[in-house]
Structures are given as C-alpha cells and as structure tokens.
C-alpha cells in the first residue's frame, strides 16, 4: 500500500496500520484490550510519536489509541475528508439590516490542520457564512478577511487598520459591525477601539471562540450569531464583546469592550465584566440590556476615529524581590510610558523606588494598577503608595491593567506633553473607570461549601 495512505504515520504506529491494511482516512473498527473503537483515522502531526493511533469517534472528537493496547483493526470503510467548507456568496433579503463581517483570523476563523495537528486561521470570512447559514436569517452580511492571524500577532498596527476600517464602513451606512477575532488578546483590541473609536452610531461587536469549528462542542457559530443579532438588530451603539455567558448555550453576554477580560483558558464562558456588570445578554431573539445607561443606536454616520498608538510603552506586573533593573531596562530601551500592576492598593517594594525617579526624571510615564483586578488603587492609605505618588507613580483608578495599557499608548500616540497624558489617561471615554463598583460587580463562587453548591446545582456555572 503506498506511503501516501499513511499520512504523518511512522515507525510503530505506521507497521501496525500496514499489518491489518488500514488506511488514514479510513473507518475502522479497533479492537483493543480495553475496548472496541469506531471512527476515522486522522493523519499524525509531523512531530507526534509513533506509539498511537488518531481516531475521529461519531461523537466528533479525537482519541488516541496506543498501538499496545491494539489487538485487531478492520477497515469498513474509506473516505477522505475533506475539512475545508466551500465559501459562498451570502443571499441578500429585504428588509434585513446590512451588516459587514471583518474578519482577523482567530478559532472562530479557523480549521484543524491534521498534517501538522495545529488550529490555523483558515476560514474567510465568506466561508464562515458557508458554515453557519442561520446568519441568512438574521441580517445581510457582507464580508472582508482584514487580516488572517492568531490573536497574540495582534498589535497596534492591526488596531489602527482596524480603527480605520469601521470608520470607512460607518460612513457607508452599514448597519453593524462584527470583528472575528481570537480570543487570546480579545479584550485588549476591545478596549483599543473603545479609544479609537469614539462615539459611534452603531453596534461594533467583537466575537471569537473557544473551540474550534471541527469539534462538537464549538461555540463558533451561536456565537455568531449572537454577535449578527447584537449589530444588526441591537440598540447598543458601543464596542462590545461578544461571547458565551454560561457555559451552556443558552445565552451570550454583551461585554463593554474596557471593562471585559479573559479569565478562563478553556471554558465557553471564559469572558466576564470586571468590576460591573454585562452591559446586555443576547439570544437569536434579541437583545436584553442589563444596564440603564448605554450610548443607543443613531441613524447619522458621525464618529470619532483616532487610530493613533506609541508602541514603547509596556506593563511591568510587579513581584516580590524585583529588581531596580527591571524598570532601568525599560528606560534604556526608550520606553515612554509604564504600567505597574502592583499589589494590594497599589504597592512595589522600596528597592525599586530609586529607578521609578530615574524613569520620572527622564519623561516616563508611569501608571499603577493592581493585580486583584476588581478594585481600585488607592495610594494615599499607606506610606507605601503616598511615597510612590510623591516620585511621579499616578494611580489609574480602577483601570484594568490591560486597558490601562492600551489607553496609555493611545495618549502618548497623541501626545508627549505628560500633563496631557494625565488628563486623557485619567478623563474617562467608556466606563473604563467608574465612580463606583456596583455590588453584584464582584462575584466569585468558591466551590466545596454547601450553600453554594446548592445554588449552583439550581443555577449556572
């Protein structure tokens, strides 16, 4: 049998699948000493090992088989698969609202490469419409691939593209906007278009996925079709992210895009308001806003855009025993702007206030957050924070870290008069910083305690 049946397949593994003349791509039955298997077998990643064997089970999913364990296969049947979904051109229908879909790559624009077993930013945008028809009923969709890249490749250059692009579709008339993104880095191009983008008319929604479009359990296309309700039929008139809000799918959340943050690694439901709650939960039916105050829906095309950004300014998340050349490196490197992430209120230890002077004097700005994230600084408690303030240290309120972050590199991309930093760093554009944290703003469950393992078992995780 030729080599190309036995893709990625070597040593062990590629002699046991010759032995009983079954072919990748081919349905078999494995006989193992811990059970019978049914499924697909996959092509091998390029740098796997040799003592398995990949099937695709009805459920979706991927196993392993240890070849050790194999005590017969029969191939049942062939069919190479065929992963890519054809791209087709989206039906117009009267009446529907016109929505444009940018997509930057990311799992929700992704498929599995089963040669090298790597998740690549594959889809087009088109394709996506291919994969989730239902989109059809909801608006009229237009569609343009800005960009094909994971998440942790977007930066500022992206943000500005991007920035650019909404204002160019604003002021065409469309409808809404959704931008396919990875979830990685999410909430930092959330809050980058939150200050580049200011004041706009229409909903600009931001969505991605946790899993990708070949498993089961995908979020990927309720999650658009949440975020094609929420632009094209919404009255929230604000840039928001998109996502899961329990991990069923029964409904997703409309985060404000300063105020969300990533704080799971796997689960669907991984994106959470810091500090306050979701600005509106959506369903294929609508829009509920959860908040009184948004900026609502407008039929002008005025907006503010001002994609500009200093990519020399970075965040330092403080440590206990850091060294003074960690922020000296920072300095000599040219960097123009630093957030700390400090503890408790605001704090870093004394040994590093000599190189916070030496920034000050040099033109840094430099801003404190925390690293509890729910809270505020407040340096003024103890002598810790007050001694910091006096060295130039400015407290950013209740800023997320990451928000503060991008703010800065907004402001100083306007401006190097530091004066003026302070006044667009600490005047607030969305809600980055607010006057209050509302109490139902911080929830979190610990598990194990009976009260509340009984309301979670009547609720939501």
């Not at 879909?101 to 889809?123: C, E, K, M, N, Q």
């Not at 006096?390 to 972050?405: D, R, T």
Request: aromatic share 8%; glycine share 10%; charged share 20%.
């Amino acid at each position: 049998m030729s080599e190309d049946f036995f893709q990625g397949y070597k040593g062990a593994a590629l002699e046991m699948l010759k032995k009983f003349n079954v072919r990748v791509w081919g349905q078999a039955e494995v006989d193992t000493t811990r059970g019978m298997f049914k499924g697909t077998v996959l092509p091998r990643a390029e740098n796997d090992d040799d003592q398995h064997i990949v099937l695709k089970v009805i459920t979706g999913y991927n196993i392993g088989v240890d070849i050790t364990t194999v005590l017969s296969m029969i191939e049942t049947g062939y069919k190479k698969a065929n992963y890519k979904i054809p791209e087709k051109e989206f039906p117009v229908t009267p009446g529907l609202p016109k929505v444009k879909l940018i997509g930057t790559g990311g799992t929700i624009a992704s498929r599995l490469d089963y040669r090298t077993g790597a998740v690549i930013p594959a889809f087009s945008p088109g394709e996506l419409y291919g994969a989730v028809p239902e989109l059809a009923d909801i608006c009229n969709l237009e569609t343009e691939k800005l960009f094909a890249v994971f998440s942790e490749n977007m930066g500022p250059d992206q943000y500005k593209k991007l920035a650019v692009a909404i204002g160019q579709e604003i002021e065409k008339g469309i409808d809404g906007i959704i931008i396919g993104h990875g979830t990685d880095t999410l909430h930092y191009t959330a809050a980058a278009l939150t200050f580049m983008v200011q004041n706009p008319p229409i909903p600009i929604i931001l969505v991605g996925s946790q899993r990708s479009s070949d498993r089961p359990s995908s979020d990927a296309a309720l999650n658009l079709m949440h975020a094609a309700t929420a632009a094209g039929h919404g009255d929230i008139a604000e840039v928001m992210v998109c996502m899961f809000g329990p991990t069923s799918d029964e409904y997703g959340f409309l985060h404000r895009g300063t105020r969300v943050r990533k704080m799971h690694s796997s689960y669907r439901s991984t994106f959470r308001t810091i500090g306050d709650i979701p600005v509106a939960t959506v369903t294929r039916n609508g829009v509920v806003p959860q908040k009184e105050i948004y900026n609502h829906r407008r039929k002008d095309t005025n907006v503010k855009i001002t994609p500009v950004f200093e990519e020399k300014v970075g965040m330092l998340y403080y440590y206990t025993n850091m060294q003074p050349d960690m922020i000296d490196a920072m300095v000599d490197n040219g960097y123009k702007g630093i957030v700390i992430i400090g503890t408790g209120l605001g704090h870093v230890n004394k040994p590093i206030y000599p190189a916070i002077e030496r920034a000050v004097k040099k033109g840094v700005a430099i801003y404190m957050t925390v690293q509890t994230l729910w809270g505020y600084v407040h340096m003024f408690v103890y002598d810790t924070g007050r001694d910091l303030m006096a060295k130039g240290i400015i407290p950013a309120e209740n800023m997320l870290p990451e928000v503060a972050y991008i703010k800065l590199g907004w402001a100083l991309g306007q401006t190097n008069d530091l004066e003026k930093v302070k006044e667009i760093m600490l005047t607030p554009i969305n809600d980055e910083i607010t006057s209050r944290e509302p109490y139902n703003g911080y929830l979190i469950y610990q598990g194990g305690v009976k009260e509340i393992e009984d309301f979670i078992k009547k609720v939501h995780k």
